[in-house]
């Protein structure tokens, strides 16, 4: 299955009361899918989701897949810090109506590389659908060191990763040594490094915005325009950077409100942009001629 090139980590609208707003997910939904995203996923970090229940994620994808049928694939994010809770978490994600799963490195409990290839062996067991891994070392204290990636990359079902590391050497081995194994930029910033080394495209959050300009960056990269695609990459630095002036989304759903488009509060322990950060946020927006 493609699962898309410009795949974006979609935000969780809320209501003022904090309440999941499912409407406006689904209209988030549709605006993304007509302005540049092949892809969603829906209840990944972007999303949420340590603060949402099972229901609130079921009713979630459930809704974003009512939209997203037949135009672009639904990704579920289904990882947790539990192998068990991420198990039934993916198998209600398939039974709704996911394409496929983003499962991210279990966090906080910091597990060995063994256990790591466990617990997502044991997932990827647990279900008939494509999985892509997530390595964001930064969120989660620990690695999906190289020799495990490749690894899990025998798994059938595991099909690429998502990688948020950091670290260009290692994804230019990775694309070396793994040649049928995807990988999506997990940062906006570094993208178009990524391509350059082997990525197939990016998880991205700044395409809530700029997801027309993403994709003719990457189709630029692909026809060789180096300098066509630098450009684009040049004038979209800024909202790269606003976007993650403090914890994702608490700048991107500050951005979609300005913008007119479904997004509400985060929800605690996060807090809604300061005034300082708003400043920053559309000053950004405004440099791409968008307020």
């Known amino acids: 299955m493609e699962l898309g090139r410009v795949i974006t980590a979609m935000a969780t609208p809320f209501r003022k009361d904090g309440s999941l707003d499912l409407e406006g997910a689904r209209r988030l939904a549709a605006h993304l899918l007509d302005h540049g995203s092949d892809g969603l996923v829906v209840a990944?970090?972007?999303?949420e989701s340590p603060t949402l229940t099972h229901e609130e994620?079921?009713?979630l994808w459930a809704a974003v897949a009512d939209v997203a049928r037949g135009r672009a694939p639904l990704i579920a994010g289904t990882g947790t810090y539990s192998t068990a809770e991420s198990i039934e978490l993916s198998r209600t994600a398939e039974e709704v109506g996911a394409d496929a799963l983003l499962v991210v490195t279990p966090y906080y409990s910091k597990p060995p590389q063994s256990g790591l290839a466990a617990h997502f062996k044991a997932i990827a067991a647990s279900?008939?659908?494509p999985i892509v891994l997530y390595d964001i070392p930064g969120r989660t204290a620990r690695k999906i060191e190289h020799a495990t990636l490749l690894e899990l990359a025998e798994v059938p079902n595991i099909v690429g990763v998502k990688d948020a590391a950091a670290d260009l050497a290692g994804t230019a081995k990775l694309?070396?040594?793994a040649p049928g194994f995807r990988i999506w930029s997990g940062d906006d910033a570094l993208t178009l490094p990524m391509l350059?080394?082997?990525?197939?495209g990016v998880v991205s959050v700044a395409s809530h915005i700029v997801g027309h300009r993403l994709a003719e960056m990457l189709a630029a990269h692909d026809k060789g325009d180096v300098e066509g695609a630098a450009q684009i990459n040049r004038e979209l630095s800024p909202i790269f950077?606003?976007?993650f002036i403090t914890s994702n989304p608490i700048p991107l759903k500050a951005a979609l409100?300005?913008?007119g488009l479904p997004a509400g509060p985060v929800r605690l322990p996060l807090v809604d942009a300061t005034e300082a950060e708003?400043?920053?946020v559309s000053s950004a927006l405004a440099g791409l001629g968008l307020v």
């Open 196 to 200: 350059a080394v082997g990525a197939v």
């Open 241 to 243: 950077e606003a976007l």
């Open 127 to 129: 279900t008939a659908l």
């Open 44 to 47: 990944g970090t972007t999303g």
């Open 57 to 59: 994620k079921r009713d």
């Open 278 to 280: 708003r400043n920053r």
């Open 175 to 177: 694309a070396a040594e």
């Open 257 to 259: 409100e300005m913008l």
